[in-house]
């Protein structure tokens, strides 16, 4: 059973970091895209970033492009997500995600499998 957990939430002030970690077990992940989505109170769940299972293809939304950064460790099953410059804006669940292909999950937002998200909370 593919089982996906995040950890790395919290509670920061804006203009901080924070690092996301999405640990994967049950399956083999090294030929999946992995990546994040987010959802804030009262929005619909939003795409994030996501990563191919080589590394090599990355996309990410508009609104974290700059200040997120993607990345992976295959021998770990494990996506991380460096956020820099939080604003109260990026205050949401985020989850993170594994995907046929991250071409699929940028542009559907489709993914074949979710974690239970993790709060992060930004405040000004």
């Known amino acids: 059973q593919v089982q996906l957990v995040e950890s790395g939430g919290g509670l920061v002030q804006a203009g901080n970091s924070l690092r996301l970690s999405c640990a994967g077990s049950?399956?083999?992940?090294?030929?999946?895209?992995m990546g994040w989505f987010r959802q804030a109170p009262g929005k619909e769940r939003d795409f994030v970033a996501v990563?191919?299972?080589?590394?090599?293809?990355?996309y990410y939304a508009d609104s974290v492009k700059g200040r997120f950064t993607i990345s992976r460790d295959n021998a770990k099953n494990t996506v991380y997500l460096e956020m820099n410059s939080l604003t109260p804006e990026d205050t949401a669940v985020y989850y993170c995600?594994?995907?046929?292909?991250?071409?699929?999950?940028?542009?559907?937002?489709?993914?074949?499998?979710w974690g239970q998200g993790t709060q992060v909370t930004v405040a000004s």
């Open positions: 049950g399956g083999t992940f090294s030929r999946y895209a």
């Open positions: 995600v594994v995907g046929s292909s991250a071409r699929v999950v940028y542009t559907s937002g489709r993914a074949d499998y």
């Open positions: 990563i191919s299972w080589s590394g090599g293809i990355i």
